[in-house]
């Protein structure tokens, strides 16, 4: 069966609301339809002082796209003991709109503004992060210290 799927300002800002009001200040639509599908595809909204641990695509080894569709995206990258290698500020006006990370880049990222929704493209099945590619220099989310670490990050863009 075939489909098509308009994105829209009104689906992004429907996404962005519901962000908005979820506790992980955080959303996604996903465009495959089940987990297990090789390739994912989505659109995911995030809210200023949301905070995504630092992790890595390791095991199993996937690739990741990430374009900036609304507001303004803040991408860091660490090396292995956790000193940042690289930001970027991706807009989808800017100058970088989008960044493709090889599997096995620590990263992270940050909403800078409301409304911030990316599209974010790898490939599936879906298998939560392993503890071994959850950074080991970070704190995870909800742990003592986990708003602190990820309010440095957002003001590495201010």
């Known amino acids: ?6 994105v829209d300002r009104a689906m992004l800002a429907a996404l962005a609301a519901e962000a908005r009001g979820a506790a992980r200040l955080r959303r996604n639509r996903n465009f495959h339809g089940d987990l ?5 595809r989505l659109l995911n909204a995030i809210e200023p002082g949301s905070y995504i641990v630092p992790h890595r695509h390791r095991d199993p080894a996937r690739d990741e796209t990430i374009i900036a569709v609304a507001g303004r995206l803040g991408v860091i990258v660490f090396d292995d003991a956790g000193v940042i290698a690289a930001k970027h ?6 100058e970088a709109i989008g960044v493709d990370l090889s ?3 620590w990263h992270s990222l940050v909403a800078l503004v409301p409304g911030t929704v990316m599209f974010e493209a790898k490939a ?30 957002e003001a590495l863009f201010a």
């Open 89 to 94: 500020v991706l807009e989808p006006c800017g």
């Open 124 to 153: 599936g099945p879906y298998v939560p992060p392993s503890p071994e590619d959850l950074a080991p220099w970070a704190p995870r989310e909800g742990e003592p210290g986990s708003r602190e670490y990820g309010a440095r990050l």
């Open 1 to 6: 069966m075939s489909r098509c799927t308009l």
């Open 103 to 105: 599997a096995g880049t």
């Open 36 to 40: 297990a599908e090789p390739s994912h």
